[in-house]
């Protein structure tokens, strides 16, 4: 994993990014990130990308802020 994100950089999903949107929904269309694998960093506390990028655009469409620090220990 490591070796992976220094070959092909990594980002943070940006829900408000429409060309990360359009990644997404390729992707939930057609259960495939394509030939590049997925170009989402997983965030703590998220086991898996999908369900991480399902949650982020729920807090979108529910027009709740976003703060992955919520999840943080201590905060």
């Known amino acids: ?10 980002r ?3 829900e408000n990014s429409k060309k ?3 990644t997404a929904k390729n992707f939930f269309s057609n259960h495939s990130w394509g ?5 989402f960093i997983l965030e703590y506390p998220y086991i898996t990308v999908p369900d991480m990028i399902k949650d982020k655009m729920i807090y979108k469409s529910l027009g709740i802020k976003y703060d992955r620090e919520h999840h943080w220990i201590g905060k």
């Open 1 to 10: 994993m490591i070796l992976e994100t220094m070959i092909r950089q990594k």
């Open 12 to 14: 943070y999903f940006n």
């Open 20 to 22: 990360d949107i359009a």
């Open 35 to 39: 030939t590049d694998g997925c170009p």
